[in-house]
């Protein structure tokens, strides 16, 4: 099952582990943008709250193709921030 986290035998798994989507905000969005530091384009990525509120990771530009970095910080309001630059 998707986001089980097991432990010791088959079919056990330690249900505090799993994480949970973020309901303290219900209302939040769950999509931002950045603009490719490349081509200019605004480009408008998902925010998985499940991963914590500060991620980084690379995507590559679906206009461009260039590797941007993207860098993802979340307010305790459910307030996404993202931002990019070149890898």
Known sequence: ???QVFYGRPGRYNAAAVRAP??????VNDEASYTCGACGEE???PI???QGRRQVYVEDC???C????????MDRDGEATVWAELE
Request: a negative charge.
């Open 43 to 45: 480009i408008v990525v």
């Open 1 to 3: 099952m998707r986001g």
């Open 48 to 50: 998985d709250w499940t």
């Open 62 to 64: 679906p206009v461009c």
């Open 66 to 73: 260039r590797a941007n970095v993207i860098h993802v910080e």
């Open 22 to 27: 973020n309901t303290a905000h219900p209302d």
